[in-house]
Nanobody
Framework: VQLQASGGGLVQAGGSLRLSCAAPGRTFSGWTLAWFRQAPGKEREFVAAGRWGGGSTNYADSVKGRFTISRDSAKNTMYLQMNYLKPEDTAIYYC????????????????????WGQGTLVTVSS
């Protein structure tokens, strides 16, 4: 499974970006999809996750209320809408996928995901 992440860029604080994660030819029925990020000198951290078919979504406390994860089944694409961006959101953002329907407590763990996109850089200027 190849995940293609895109949509990163440079934005001013308070602005918005929408990241995309596409998997051409792949259906994700029953899968868990997620976004992680890694800032320079820091460990990769969980951002958001959800089941492809719907249901509950989970967000890191630092992005709750500002970021929204969604999907377009027709395009086999997952999105991360990021609003009210802050300089501390600057990082490389990675999409990840697991063929398992992960429970909430597992969704935050990078080791639970089998497939990763190449990452897209988000830079938020102050």
């Amino acid at each position: 499974v190849q995940l293609q992440a895109s949509g990163g860029g440079l934005v001013q604080a308070g602005g918005s970006l929408r990241l995309s994660c596409a998997a051409p030819g792949r259906t994700f029925s029953g899968w868990t999809l997620a976004w992680f990020r890694q800032a320079p000198g820091k460990e990769r951290e969980f951002v958001a996750a959800g089941r492809w078919g719907g249901g509950s979504t989970n967000y890191a406390d630092s992005v709750k209320g500002r970021f929204t994860i969604s999907r377009d089944s027709a395009k086999n694409t997952m999105y991360l809408q990021m609003n009210y961006l802050k300089p501390e959101d600057t990082a490389i953002y990675y999409c990840a996928a697991s063929p398992r329907g992960l429970i909430t407590s597992s969704r935050r763990l990078p080791q639970e995901y089998d497939y990763w996109g190449q990452g897209t850089l988000v830079t938020v200027s102050s």
